[in-house]
């Protein structure tokens, strides 16, 4: 009788599987990738014949004496245009009042969605009406809410300066043509305008906290501010992050709504940037000197973004550790 040698596998036991042959195995590899690539194509060709090469031309641009003229003929012109910008007190201004602009609209929209999403969310009767009625200002076209507006803050007869004078309180207010309250009031309509997407964002992630957190807390004994800040601000932190990020990227390219409104008036006191560039570009055809401007406005707001969100990653990391 023979013994079994050790290096000869038993009868019945699993065998190991057969490694795949690379050359198998990198055709397989090839394939998944040119599927990738072939479903990401149709959603990439549009951002870069939109977005990207639009960009490129803007930053060339910006470095050259392009006019707006029936026959262009251009030059590098080095940094002349930022050099000349930098004494432009106009742009700069125009730069502070967008900052106030964005800002402002910014964070009313978030407390004021913010606050509406939570009374959508506590059960209310007629929810969906509710709902279809907070999205109206979102589907209105942007032309036909300045429109609105302007009828609204009308000095001779308005319903604002109407409603004003009902109650005994000061009206007949050029609230669009008056110095002190032209972007304010332009502050509220761009707020009405963009309040519906942030409620609809923050909404949506309000239904993902587990009611569980909050009926522990309400068990504590926390009253609803203190739900607030314990439960449901944490959880939302990073949609607010988002959405607030977003909205000033929007926000800060705001021009139709402030075009109609008040085409940069009074005194260009509501002079946002992008209003200021479109005018430099196609009423004055300095197209080199607008792209100049373009390219400081885009390094300004991605500064400024970068700044707000490593601070909130920052924040988010010590809550996390805190934990």
């Keep these: 009788m023979t013994t079994p040698s050790l290096t000869e596998p038993k009868r019945g036991a699993a065998q190991p599987p057969a490694p795949r042959s690379k050359k198998r195995v990198k055709p397989m590899a090839r394939t998944r990738r040119r599927e990738a690539i072939a479903l990401v194509l149709p959603s990439l060709i549009p951002i870069l014949v939109l977005s990207v090469a639009p960009l490129v031309v803007g930053v060339f641009l910006a470095f050259t004496n392009a006019r707006l003229v029936r026959h262009p003929d251009y030059s590098f012109a080095g940094l002349d245009n930022f050099a000349r910008l930098g004494g432009n007190a106009l742009f700069w201004d125009s730069l502070r009042i967008g900052m106030i602009w964005t800002v402002g609209v910014t964070l009313l929209q978030l407390a004021a969605a913010m606050g509406l999403a939570l009374l959508l969310n506590s059960g209310l009767k007629l929810q969906g009406l509710t709902r279809v009625l907070a999205l109206v200002p979102w589907a209105m076209p942007p032309v036909v809410v300045a429109i609105m507006w302007q009828m609204i803050y009308s000095a001779n007869g308005g319903p604002l300066n109407a409603f004003l004078g009902a109650v005994g309180l000061p ?36 239904q993902q906290i587990p009611g569980e957190l909050l009926e522990a807390a309400a068990v504590d004994g926390a009253s609803a501010w203190r739900k607030f800040t314990a439960v449901t601000w944490p959880a939302m932190r990073p949609i607010v992050t988002s959405i607030t990020s977003l909205n000033f990227i929007w926000n800060f390219n705001s021009f139709s709504l402030v075009y109609v409104l008040t085409a940069g008036g009074p005194g260009g006191k509501t002079m946002v940037p992008v209003l200021f560039i479109y005018l430099e570009a196609f009423k004055n055809r300095e197209i080199g000197y607008a792209a100049a401007m373009g390219l400081v406005v885009v390094i300004v707001v991605v500064l400024i973004l970068a700044v707000y969100l490593r601070s909130q990653f920052r924040t988010e990391d010590r809550a996390e550790k805190g934990r």
């Design 171 to 206: 009206s007949g207010i050029n609230w669009l043509g008056d110095f002190s309250t032209a972007l304010p009031a332009v502050i509220v309509v761009g707020v009405w305008v963009g309040m519906p997407q942030t409620t609809v964002t923050l909404l949506a992630g309000l």
